[in-house]
């Protein structure tokens, strides 16, 4: 079962810190996966020059809407190449004797020639900007459900606010280009190669002058529409830095004002403003000066065109109405090139930043699912096995955080885990929710390979609280819902009575349905580690993993906790991280931890007359108390 992340607003910060994760450094780029990374940049380079034709299936699958609009443009378009002939006609015979009668007929033409040209603009319009919407809409949805998908160790290096500016800025810009700049080309494609056309019906010999200007207009607009398309994405890039430095800063307000750290988070935040201001204005320089430079070749060539059908015209060579349409289809080819030199650079633009988000949809999820993947045994048993599992973190791959550790445990025994801090304790819940797969050796669930299962039902086996609660931005019957997102109120009610976080909820305005604030800051830390252990009581797992679940409780609260986690350990597997050993006194067996390694293990009493490092912190923490 997948909890409904959405019902809570799930932040990708919150993602992180359920899976107890270290701290994130470096972007998508530092990946830990480097082979991987260099694998998404290769393809990325291949595809340089066309990025956006990966939206392709997106726009496919709204291909009757994308027909509606491609045929209102047609008609806008043919309707505007009409003008300049209705133009021609009146000025060669609207001012003859039955001048009147034509200039008559000819406006009534053009009055509902401009009626259909209106109508078909505003259904262009409306059909072209809803496609780009949901287009838009579909892909931010595509990259979230990608991001989720993706295993830990891909969390432990990306930096999660340069992944939301993905998510956010990048879609917006790749909205305006599917959306209005899309529109804008195609609509001035058409008019640019109508009116080349009727130019050369209306005067092959001024027409040359004009097709002779063309190779001056499309070599820069390539050119620099590269160049474009490279300060563009790296305005994208520094803006995400930006954004990726604000998500950390308010998300540690407290303890910046705590340091009195105000002024240093300002000079690096506006540093990084700075940086992307500077991106974004040599973003903006190149677009003007390809604008300014295609806009003078056009208008260059019109004026040419006007000296020499003067000429014409004087001559006799061709009619003053013939000379004005020509001219009018030359203005609409000049003023379709040059808003085209503008398009492009949004388009460039709307480029690298498609680049970026199908960047993250091409990383594949290190831990996923096998093409046929086992079936754990129903009914549920819980037994849990390591057997010579050796594991090293992606960003420390020269530690192993468990070094040839093998474990049986039987369906519902409680066993603790204790030992130093960085013994590899918390690594092993790591593994057994498979986050992470072990560098060797193997893990089985109720006898299968976790490896051969799907993840997801290996997970919806276990419930965790984690050593960092986790709390997320909305109401507390929400919270403590996410545990099982069709747990029915009574239900929700009742975990968190076991969890005795039924007392303070009540004392919140609106009781549950009071909103926590983000990361829970309207609570104290015993307050949310409650709604943690109310959470795990509402999922009911066969599997229980305590990860120092008591560690943030005052001594009245950790025995009431304490209580409930007795009636929740009955009748399931239960392994217990804790530093604190009082917590751990009533397991059937207890593993003392250090450098990756179970170097002891047995009942407290047993541990204790034995001596050794379990021994030695029993001594420590209960003699001082």
């Known amino acids: 079962m997948e909890p409904k992340a959405s019902a809570i607003g799930l932040s990708l910060d919150a993602i992180a810190a359920t899976e107890n994760v270290g701290p994130r450094t470096g972007t998508l780029r530092a990946d830990a996966d480097v082979s991987q990374v260099e694998e998404v940049e290769a393809v990325a380079k291949r595809s340089r020059l066309r990025p956006l034709l990966a939206l392709a299936p997106y726009v496919d699958h709204y291909r009757g809407r994308a027909l509606m609009a491609l045929i209102a443009l047609i008609v806008a378009a043919m309707t505007t190449l009409m003008v300049p002939l209705a133009v021609r006609r009146l000025i060669d015979f ?33 059909l072209v900007m809803t496609i780009g919407e949901r287009i838009v809409a579909d892909l931010r949805r595509d990259v979230f459900k990608h991001l989720t998908a993706l295993s830990p160790s891909f969390f432990d290096s990306a930096r999660s606010g340069e992944l939301i500016s993905r998510l956010t800025a990048d879609t917006t810009q790749i909205k305006s280009a599917v959306g209005a700049s ?19 019906i209306s005067s092959p010999r001024l027409s040359g002058i004009v097709l002779a200007a063309i ?59 700075e940086q992307s201001y500077e991106a974004a204005r040599s973003s903006t320089q190149a677009r003007a000066i390809l604008t300014a430079i295609i806009i003078f070749i056009v208008f260059a060539s019109v004026v040419a065109i006007l000296w020499v059908g003067s000429h014409d015209v004087a001559s006799g060579t061709i009619t003053p109405g013939r000379l004005g349409q020509f001219i009018l289809y030359a203005a609409f080819a000049a003023s379709s090139l040059g808003q085209l030199s503008e398009v492009w650079g949004e388009v460039s633009a709307a480029s690298g930043a ?63 885990i204790v030992g130093p801090s960085g013994a590899g304790k918390s690594t092993l819940f790591h593994l057994l929710l498979r986050f992470y797969d072990p560098a060797a050796g193997t893990i089985l669930l109720d006898g299968v390979p976790i490896a051969s299962a799907d ?36 239900d929700v009610e009742r975990a968190a009575q076991q969890a005795h976080a039924t007392e303070f909820i009540d004392r919140l305005p609106g009781g549950f349905e009071a909103p926590l604030g983000e990361r829970g800051v309207t609570l104290s830390g015993g307050q949310r580690q409650r709604i ?94």
């Not at 919806?460 to 069709?486: H, K, Y």
């Open 455 to 490: 993840p997801q039902a290996v997970r919806e086996r276990i419930a965790l609280v984690p050593q960092d609660s986790v709390v997320f931005a909305a109401t507390a019957r929400d919270n403590i819902r996410f545990g099982r997102d069709d747990a029915s109120d009574a």
């Open 182 to 200: 899309v529109s804008i080309a195609l609509r001035n494609m058409l008019l640019f190669a109508g009116a080349i056309t009727m130019m050369v």
């Open 532 to 625: 943690a252990i109310a959470r795990a009581i509402l999922r009911d797992a066969p599997l229980l993993l305590l990860d120092e679940a008591t560690s943030s409780l005052d001594a009245e609260s950790e025995t009431l906790v304490q209580t409930a986690l007795q009636g929740l350990m009955r009748d399931r597997t239960t392994l217990v991280i804790a530093h604190r050993l009082a917590t751990v006194l009533s397991c059937d067996r207890i593993l003392v931890m250090e450098n990756g390694r179970i170097i002891d293990q047995g009942t407290h009493a047993q541990l204790v007359a034995r001596g050794g490092l379990y021994a030695r912190l029993a001594k420590l923490q209960f003699e001082a108390a």
């Open 215 to 273: 190779p001056l207009i499309v070599i820069p607009l390539v050119a620099f529409g590269r160049w474009v398309r490279r300060l563009s994405r790296n305005a994208q890039d520094t803006l995400a830095n930006a954004s990726a430095f604000a998500s950390e800063l308010v998300g540690a307000m407290r303890t910046v004002q705590a340091y009195t750290n105000e002024r240093l988070a300002n000079a690096r935040f506006g540093a990084e403003v």
């Open 354 to 416: 498609a680049e970026r988000l199908f960047e993250i949809l091409r990383v594949k999820p290190a831990i996923a699912a096998p093409a046929k993947p086992r079936a754990l045994p129903v009914p549920v048993r819980g037994d849990v096995t390591f057997d010579n599992v050796s594991f090293a973190y992606p960003t420390r791959p020269d530690y192993l955080a468990v070094n040839g550790l093998s474990l049986s445990i039987k369906a519902g025994e409680k066993v603790a």
């Open 94 to 126: 609207g001012f003859s004797g039955e001048g009147i009668e034509l200039i008559n007929s000819y406006f009534s033409v053009m009055l509902a020639v401009v009626g259909v040209l209106a109508v078909a603009s505003a259904a262009r319009y409306y």
